[in-house]
Antibody, heavy 118, light 112 residues
Framework: EVQLVESGGGLVQPGGSLRLSCAAS????????MHWVRQTPEKGLVWVSR????????TYADSVKGRFTISRDNDKNTLYLQMNSLRVDDTAVYYC???????????WGQGTMVTVSS | DVVLTQTPLSSPVTLGQPASMSCRSN???????????LSWLQQRPGQPPRLLIY???NRFSGVPDRFSGSGAGTDFTLTISRVEAEDVATYYC?????????FGGGTKVEIK
């Protein structure tokens, strides 16, 4: 059974940093592209970043470019999102999402809440 | 950029009756390989999204056959043949692009 378990969310002040983790199991992690997607009631679902299976091809949404860094450790079956210079509008539930065998996504984690507030 | 527009915003339906919702793209989603990678997600209250349909009409593992997808080009439809109580959720269409993923704004299915 595919499982994606996010952790690392919490409350942080504007300008602060957080590192999200996503522990993957139930599939060959090293063969899957991975994504981070965030969700707020106001903006809905918004794609944040993706990384290919080897970690060499990485793409970011313009809104996080230069502030967020996606990475992965295939030996630990773990995806990361380092978030720096956090802003109030980064407040959201962050989901770890698996890239599917076709261009798209299939499995989603339960999400972790990030709140940026003073 | 690909923009996905979903209608209606909300769909009150009677249990056992059909429900359908639309997803319209501002550009054709057909790819050079002949496929169209338009998917539908279901998000029940308090739950993460879950994949229902991929490549327009293919049901994902474990998805009941009362869910069906159709469409081509820029216009796509998700249909629930007979709505059950567990289908109360928000449904999103989504598409992968070279720049990432795009999502529609969602259609909320509620019971009358």
């Amino acid at each position: 059974e595919v499982q994606l378990v996010e952790s690392g969310g919490g409350l942080v002040q504007p300008g602060g940093s957080l590192r999200l983790s996503c522990a993957a199991s139930g599939f060959t992690f090293s063969k899957s592209w991975m994504h981070w997607v965030r969700q707020t009631p106001e903006k809905g679902l918004v794609w944040v970043s993706r990384i290919d299976n080897d970690g060499y091809s990485i793409t970011y949404a313009d809104s996080v470019k230069g502030r967020f860094t996606i990475s992965r450790d295939n030996d630990k079956n773990t995806l990361y999102l380092q978030m720096n210079s956090l802003r109030v509008d980064d407040t959201a539930v962050y989901y770890c999402v698996r890239g599917s065998d076709w261009p798209g996504t299939d499995y989603w984690g339960q999400g972790t809440m990030v709140t940026v507030s003073s | 950029d690909v923009v996905l527009t979903q209608t209606p915003l909300s769909s009150p339906v009677t249990l056992g009756q059909p429900a359908s919702m639309s997803c319209r793209s501002n550009q054709s989603l057909g790819q050079s390989d002949g496929d169209t990678y338009l998917s539908w997600l279901q998000q029940r209250p308090g739950q993460p999204p879950r994949l229902l349909i991929y490549k327009i009409f293919n049901r994902f593992s474990g998805v009941p056959d009362r869910f069906s997808g159709s469409g081509a080009g820029t216009d796509f439809t998700l249909t629930i043949s007979r709505v059950e109580a567990e289908d109360v959720a928000t449904y999103y269409c989504t598409q992968v692009t070279q720049l990432g993923l795009t999502f529609g704004g969602g259609t909320k299915v509620e019971i009358k």
